[in-house]
């Protein structure tokens, strides 16, 4: 059985070089990540509040330590990190935990990755401890995830050198979506606090019965969309010059996450990588005064594929492949293109990027119509 480690300073030095910290470890999406580290070959740190899940989880991997550290005890924060080379931060509600997380990966002087949903959690971090982490040379990466990295990343690319967007749009078509008890209780606690970017700022944002048409390519078609508050509308705009975020996404899944019928069981596995059958196809649209210009993600399971989206921005700051320090979107923190095609094709199994036969310009059958509003 896996000890409470307690280590020296020897110790700490030689786990720096390929530790890495998973806080919340035990959670769906954490335990996707957990995996991808152990496949990378890094040592992992599984830390948290509940002991008794950690030793659950540390029985699947015996060469990982267990470090037990609430959210709210800095010095039992500063322990758990302590000869680590990173962290991410999967434990959720975000609103609670990302800045005491980030402050400890900063004291202790390692980069900091999440993977939250919660735009205001990110907005806080990037609004508060850029200064803080450009001073230590570090990199705080919030909202290394499905909803915040993967859009941000197909975005930059789609923007390519251009100085300045119109508008970007990013179009999310999920087949399904059977939410985890973390997207649950992110629903109850962001109650209220989502946002929308328009006119140059983040203002507050209310979900209406407005849809839209979105012509997704094939073979998932043309579909009715409504407007969505997504992390990807706090990082976007952070780096890539543009009046106007808007996120759309088509309704079913919606109608699954709000349908109180849908089961609380998590996602259950299909593959042997133990992502579920759910697919997603994520579509970016550039619009400026030259034409549209897109960039197309497709792959299955938007927990699992997490997973491998923060985990290679971890082996990338790890080993230097980053472009600059402070609390930095997907986008501006790495190469966008290379990052992409690094997780084709074991993750994602589609991605269309501007170059080539993906590339679209402005037709007026291309654009986005609204339709009735839905009762």
């Not at 995830?145 to 078509?173: C, P, Q």
């Not at 089961?263 to 042997?272: G, K, R, V």
Request: contains cysteine; aromatic residues 6%.
């Amino acid at each position: 059985m896996n000890a409470i480690a307690t280590n020296t300073p020897t110790a700490d030095a030689a786990l720096r070089e390929s530790a890495v910290v998973v806080y919340g470890a035990y959670g769906h999406t954490a335990r996707f990540v957990v995996a991808e580290l152990h496949r990378r070959g890094r040592t992992v740190i599984l830390s948290g509040r509940n002991e008794k899940k950690l030793r659950e989880l540390g029985e699947r991997y015996p060469n990982a330590r267990i470090r037990v550290a609430d959210v709210a005890d800095p010095a039992a924060l500063d322990r758990a990190f302590a000869g680590a080379a990173a962290v991410i931060n999967c434990a959720g509600p975000f609103s609670e935990t990302t800045l005491p997380v980030a402050d400890a990966a900063i004291r202790a002087g390692v980069h900091y990755l999440d993977v939250a949903a919660e735009q205001a959690a990110t907005a806080a971090l990037f609004d508060t401890r850029g200064e803080q982490a450009r001073a230590a040379g570090l990199v705080l990466a919030p909202s290394f995830a499905f909803y915040g990295a993967l859009g941000d990343l197909l975005a930059t690319v789609a923007m390519g050198e251009r100085s300045e967007a119109d508008e970007i749009t990013i179009a999310f078509g999920l087949d399904s979506w059977l939410p985890t008890e973390g997207s649950r209780l992110t629903g109850r606690t962001n109650a209220g606090r989502h946002l929308g970017f328009t006119g140059g700022r983040l203002h507050p944002f209310s979900y209406s019965q407005e849809q839209s048409e979105w012509r997704f390519p094939a073979p998932m078609g043309a579909l009715a969309v409504t407007e969505f508050a997504t992390a990807d509308q706090v990082t976007i705009p952070r780096h890539l010059r543009t009046p106007e975020v808007r996120a759309v996404m088509n309704l079913a899944p919606l109608r699954d996450v709000n349908d109180a019928r849908t089961p609380n069981p998590s996602p259950s596995p299909a593959d042997p990588l133990g992502r579920s059958a759910q697919t997603f196809l994520v579509e970016v649209v550039v619009r400026t005064g030259e034409g549209e210009h897109r960039a197309v993600a497709g792959g299955h399971d938007i927990y699992a594929v997490t997973a491998p989206l923060v985990v290679e921005a971890a082996e990338r700051l790890l080993t230097g492949r980053h472009t600059t320090t402070g609390v930095l979107a997907a986008g501006e923190a790495f190469d966008a293109a290379d990052f992409l095609r690094a997780l084709t094709p074991d993750h994602l199994s589609r991605l269309e990027l501007p170059g080539g036969d993906a590339e679209r310009h402005t037709q007026d059958a291309d654009r986005p119509t609204t339709i009735a509003a839905a009762h």
